[in-house]
């Protein structure tokens, strides 16, 4: 018998409380795939980097009469997706970054370097 090889899927959230529209759908997908027993890994970055903030998802809503970011970020949770968060580089003149309070959501920063093998080495890589 040949065992089925686990699909890792990376999927860079890049859409943020400026476009509440569009916020669900990464975790909508994310929790789709991985009830499909696909490895997914949720990487924010640009505006999304905001959801990672105390209050922020909980305070976007994707449509005006349904639930909030943060609820489509626990359904993924609770499917085993893994979300991480594009660490910021050092302003001038700073050593080292600030690390921000994270929702208990977030599993954790993520680097460049990680990022770039993630692209490299899952075999899906999506943008949303």
């Given at each position: 018998?040949?065992?089925?090889?686990v699909?890792?899927?990376?999927i860079?959230?890049?859409s943020?409380p400026?476009?509440?529209a569009?916020?669900?759908?990464?975790?909508?997908?994310a929790?789709?795939?991985a009830?499909?027993?696909?490895?997914?890994t949720?990487?924010?970055?640009?505006?999304?980097?905001?959801?990672?903030?105390?209050?922020v998802a909980?305070?976007?809503?994707?449509?005006?009469?349904?639930?909030?970011?943060?609820?489509?970020?626990?359904q993924?949770?609770?499917?085993?997706?893994?979300i991480?968060?594009?660490?910021?580089?050092?302003?001038?003149?700073q050593a080292v970054?600030?690390?921000?309070?994270?929702?208990?959501?977030?599993d954790?920063?993520g680097?460049?370097?990680?990022l770039?093998?993630?692209?490299?080495?899952y075999?899906?890589?999506?943008?949303?």
């Amino acid at each position: 018998m040949n065992a089925v090889a686990v699909q890792r899927v990376l999927i860079l959230v890049t859409s943020g409380p400026s476009t509440p529209a569009r916020c669900a759908a990464p975790f909508h997908i994310a929790t789709l795939l991985a009830c499909l027993d696909a490895e997914v890994t949720l990487y924010l970055t640009g505006e999304a980097t905001e959801f990672a903030s105390p209050g922020v998802a909980e305070s976007t809503f994707p449509d005006a009469n349904g639930n909030p970011v943060l609820h489509f970020m626990r359904q993924a949770k609770q499917m085993g997706v893994r979300i991480l968060l594009c660490r910021k580089p050092p302003v001038q003149g700073q050593a080292v970054v600030e690390e921000q309070p994270l929702i208990n959501e977030v599993d954790g920063y993520g680097s460049g370097g990680e990022l770039a093998t993630m692209i490299l080495e899952y075999e899906r890589v999506l943008t949303l």
